[in-house]
């Protein structure tokens, strides 16, 4: 490699994150006036233009410029393996609250509220939740997670790369600071090990699919949930933590099957 390519590669996690920043913006403009169905369906046509300019330059530019790229795939993985991380995924939501709330407990004492859903604020978070599940992990993983750290070879230097990103996507998500970074170091490490991208999509996408099904659960009255604005802590009843361990256990071993 040289000095050029290798300057490059030193700085492409910044340059990751700039550029995710810059495309993430972009593909929220639709609905900074206010979330409507117009806005929503520009921004996902938009999102969808990042990703496959993204899918581009991870795909054909960075594996010709950083050969350690190339140990990466952007291969989709069976459905079986796809599905049993979906089924993780909510576990991995209710351990990240409760992690985030030991740790804020830690620094001072958290004042939990009841959470209440209004019919309006379904309606909105129903609205976004198409990009939120189905293409913005994917655009946010290419740019977070598979642009900044393929580059890198050495596991190390890979998990260094990891740490930075998670600390720009926790920044990225402002009042949720400690929950973004907390799952953006889980899914890099889940990326790191597998070398798949879609791993990490799947955990992300499982995720805020299971907060758009907390929504619902809260505005139908059916458990009891608290939660805090500062940060952003959501923390689910008994019903939903058992709920998510016993699919949980159906995700492992539909894992365990493949393997």
Known sequence: MNKAASLLKSLMPVLS??????????????VAGGQTFVGEVLTWLVTLAGIALTLLLVHRVEPKLFPAAGLFSLKMPKVSVFVGLLLIAPLWL?????????????????????????????REDLLSSV???????????????????SPFRR??????????????????????????FISALF?????????????????????????????????????????????????PDMKVIIASLFLAIIGVLLLKKKW
């Open 155 to 180: 596991r190390g230097a890979q998990i260094a790369v990891c740490v930075v990103m998670a600390i720009l996507f926790g920044v990225l998500h402002v009042r949720n600071f400690p929950g973004a």
């Open 17 to 30: 994150a700039a550029y995710g920043f810059a495309i993430i913006y972009v593909t929220a403009l639709p």
């Open 187 to 235: 899914y890099g490490l889940v990326f790191i090990w597998s070398r798949n991208i879609w791993y990490s999509v799947a955990l992300h996408a499982g995720s805020n699919l299971t907060a758009t099904l907390l929504a619902i659960y809260c505005w139908l009255q059916l458990g009891d949930m608290q939660m805090t604005s500062t940060p952003v802590i959501i923390l």
């Open 131 to 149: 990009h939120a599940v189905l293409l913005a992990p994917l655009l946010e993983e290419l740019c977070f997670r598979q642009m900044a750290i």
């Open 94 to 122: 209710v351990a990240e609250e409760y992690i985030v709330y030991g740790i804020t407990s830690l620094a001072h004492t958290v004042q939990m509220k009841p959470l209440t859903y209004t019919t309006a604020e379904l």
